[in-house]
C-alpha cells in the first residue's frame, strides 16, 4: 500500500482504489469498449486531422506519438509510490502554500534524479483535483508496468487571488510558480533541473495558466498541455495573453498540447481558434478534439493521451 503524509486523503485513498480497478478493467477490454474517438491534428496543417486510435492496453496513440523506452530501475521491487501532503513558503504569496507530490516506487532507495510534472487544478478546484481525476494510479500503473519511466508529480494548490485575479508577470501566480515551487520542488527533491525534464499541465482555468507560464518560460518548461483552457473567460493584458505570447518569433516549448471538446462550445470555439493561431504562426502543436464537456468525467476519459505525450518528452 502506498505511504501517504497528511490528512485528508482518506477518501481520496479509496477513491484511487476504485479508479486503478476500473483502469485495470478498461485496459482488458476489447477495442469495441473504448471510448468514442476524438481528432487528433499535430498542428502542421489545418488539414492535418487524423482520427484517434487508442490502445489502452500499453498506453499507445495511433499518431506520431512515439513509444518511449522506460528508464525505471530494473531492480525496483516496491509495487507504490508515496503521496506527499505539505506546503512551501510562498514565493510570492504570503503564506505557506499547501503542495501534494508524488513519488515514484523506489524513490526512497535509490539515487536517481527523477523528470517532474506541474500539474495544475481547475476553478473551483484544489491541489487533489488532478488526484481526483486519477492521474496518479494511471502514472503508476504505467511505472509498474515498465510502460513509463518514473517521473514526479507536482500538484500544487493556486492560493487566491493569484489564482483568478493576476494574469501574469511581477506578483502574478507565474511569479509564484517561477520564483516559490519549482526552486522549493529542484532544493526538496531529486528532479532534473533543467527544462527538458519539466513539464507544465492545467485543466481549465488551470489551463490558461499553463499556457501563459508555459509559453513565457521555455528555459523552464519544455512541454506545454492544456486540456479545455478556459480562453474564451481569460481577459488579460497583452504580454500575458497566450495569442500574444505564441507570435511565431520568441522561443517556445517543442511541445505543446491543447484539448477541447464538442461538448463545451462556449469553450471550444477560443481553443480552436488558439490551434488555429499556432498553426498559423508556425508552432508545432498537438490538438486533440473529443467529444466531451467541461467535467471531470471528459478530462478524466483522456488522461492516457495526456500523460503519453508527457512521456514523450523524454524519449
Known amino acids: 500500500m502506498r505511504a501517504s503524509h497528511g490528512n485528508g486523503f482518506g477518501w481520496i485513498g479509496m477513491k484511487r482504489l476504485s479508479i486503478s480497478l476500473l483502469v485495470l478493467a478498461i485496459w482488458i477490454l476489447p477495442s469495441s469498449c473504448n471510448p468514442p474517438p476524438g481528432k487528433i491534428s499535430d498542428g502542421v496543417s489545418p488539414k492535418a486531422t487524423i482520427e484517434r486510435s487508442v490502445e489502452l492496453a500499453t498506453h499507445t496513440v495511433a499518431t506520431a506519438m512515439p513509444q518511449i523506452s522506460p528508464t525505471a530501475q530494473r531492480d525496483c521491487q516496491e509495487k507504490a509510490g508515496e503521496v506527499r501532503s505539505l506546503s512551501y513558503p510562498g514565493g510570492v504569496f504570503h503564506e505557506d502554500v499547501r503542495l501534494v507530490v508524488y513519488l515514484p516506487p523506489c524513490y526512497s532507495n535509490s539515487n536517481e534524479r527523477y523528470p517532474g510534472v506541474y ?166 502543436h498537438t490538438f486533440l478534439l473529443t467529444d466531451g464537456n467541461h467535467t471531470d468525467e471528459s478530462w478524466e476519459s483522456i488522461l492516457p493521451e495526456v500523460i503519453q505525450f508527457v512521456m514523450q518528452s523524454w524519449d
Open 119 to 284: 500539474l495544475l487544478h481547475g476553478y473551483p478546484q484544489d491541489e487533489q483535483h488532478w488526484e481526483i481525476l486519477g492521474v496518479i494510479d494511471l502514472v503508476e500503473e504505467g511505472i509498474i508496468e515498465g510502460v513509463w519511466p518514473p517521473i514526479l508529480l507536482i500538484m500544487p494548490n493556486q492560493p487566491e487571488p493569484l489564482f483568478t485575479k493576476t494574469d501574469g508577470g511581477p506578483d502574478s501566480y507565474e511569479q509564484e510558480m517561477i520564483d516559490g515551487l519549482v526552486p522549493f520542488i529542484d532544493e526538496t527533491y531529486r528532479t532534473l533541473a533543467e527544462p527538458q525534464s519539466r513539464v507544465i499541465a492545467g485543466v481549465s482555468r488551470g489551463g490558461v495558466w499553463a499556457l501563459e507560464i508555459g509559453l513565457r518560460n521555455p528555459d523552464v518548461f519544455n512541454t506545454v498541455a492544456a486540456l479545455s483552457p478556459s480562453l474564451s473567460v481569460n481577459h488579460p493584458r497583452a504580454p500575458y495573453n497566450p495569442f500574444n505570447i505564441a507570435d511565431g518569433d520568441s522561443p517556445m516549448p517543442e511541445k505543446i498540447f491543447i484539448s477541447g471538446g464538442q461538448g463545451e462550445p462556449s469553450f471550444l470555439e477560443k481553443i480552436e481558434l488558439f490551434a488555429q493561431h499556432l498553426t498559423e504562426e508556425g508552432i508545432k
